[in-house]
T-cell receptor, first 110, second 113 residues
């Protein structure tokens, strides 16, 4: 099935650095979600976005719903070791099921 | 709220054996999703149910895979016969409708040897 393209695929970041990742689609979505998956666990919802241009924060995480509705962005400020994991975006059109991205694997170097 | 509960957490089985994975969704959620995760293919949706009825099983790899949801609080994913290429982490998720975010279980790591 269709998957959203996430970039980068993986990141190696020094502790304290900021992180940016994005998710793109050839189709318009009207909801964007960001999930984090820690080792040995299932993905957990971090942030939900419902309107084009919307900017929403959750602690050190900030996500944006792209103005074209075909992309979304996630930023993490001042990364810490527990930010390690795989970050997934997910998009939805109308009441359809979610389409998940390919994931960005984040590694923090102490 | 105990979240989505999956069992077993780990399963190691021999090729050819039947494997049954179990899921208890969050009470009140009426949509249930089965996903498979591998390094190569990422998160793949296998099948999803709405109000216990299978809505889309186009992601089920082949006839060896089957899923049931006999009631609102229980679902199974069965693989018979299992093959080594079925080795993956299988996740169950539930939601209220297909909207909003899904709540995932902790997954079942399946190894077929």
């Amino acid at each position: 099935g269709q998957q959203l393209n996430q970039s980068p695929q993986s990141m190696f970041i020094q502790e304290g650095e900021d992180v940016s990742m994005n998710c793109t689609s050839s189709s318009i979505f009207n909801t964007w979600l960001w999930y984090k998956q820690e080792p040995g666990e299932g993905p957990v919802l971090l942030i939900a976005l419902y309107k084009a241009g919307e900017l929403t924060s959750n602690g050190r995480l900030t996500a944006q719903f792209g103005i074209t509705r075909k992309d979304s962005f996630l930023n993490i400020s001042a990364s810490i070791p527990s930010d390690v994991g795989i970050y997934f975006c997910a998009g939805r059109r109308g009441n359809e099921k979610l389409t998940f991205g390919t994931g960005t694997r984040l590694t923090i170097i102490p | 709220d105990a979240g989505v509960i999956q069992s077993p957490r780990h399963e190691v089985t021999e090729m050819g054996q039947e494997v049954t994975l179990r899921c208890k969704p969050i009470s009140g959620h009426n949509s249930l999703f089965w996903y498979r995760q591998t390094m190569m293919r990422g998160l793949e949706l296998l099948i999803y149910f709405n109000n216990n009825v299978p809505i889309d099983d186009s992601g089920m790899p082949e006839d060896r895979f089957s899923a049931k949801m006999p009631n609102a609080s229980f679902s199974t994913l069965k693989i018979q016969p299992s093959e080594p290429r079925d080795s993956a982490v299988y996740f169950c998720a539930s939601s209220f409708g297909t909207g909003d975010g899904y709540t995932f279980g902790s997954g079942t790591r399946l190894t077929v040897v």
